[in-house]
């Protein structure tokens, strides 16, 4: 098993951050999916304030420059991205 890490911002609006609070909530089945079929066994996604911290762990055979592509293969995946971004925020 390999994890990894990832720390975003939501963008500091609290309508912004109930919204994304719930898309995950209702987080889209394909979406669920395709996380899966490229090897991700578990995520979690820890928000305190408007910072977000993503843990993610994978089968060993994971490749994070070869896998995390992939995903964009599946058009729900890049709506659910495009959504996402959009309430996001890069850490400075």
Known sequence: MRTYGLTLLLKDD???????????????????GRLKEIGITEMKIYLIGRRLFMFMEAVDGFDPTRD???L????????????MSSMQERVP
């Open 14 to 32: 609290a309508d912004v951050i109930n919204r994304y609070k719930r898309h995950h909530r209702e987080a889209w089945p394909e979406v669920i």
């Open 68 to 70: 995390f592509p992939r």
């Open 72 to 83: 964009s293969e599946l058009a729900r995946y890049r709506e659910w991205d495009e959504l």
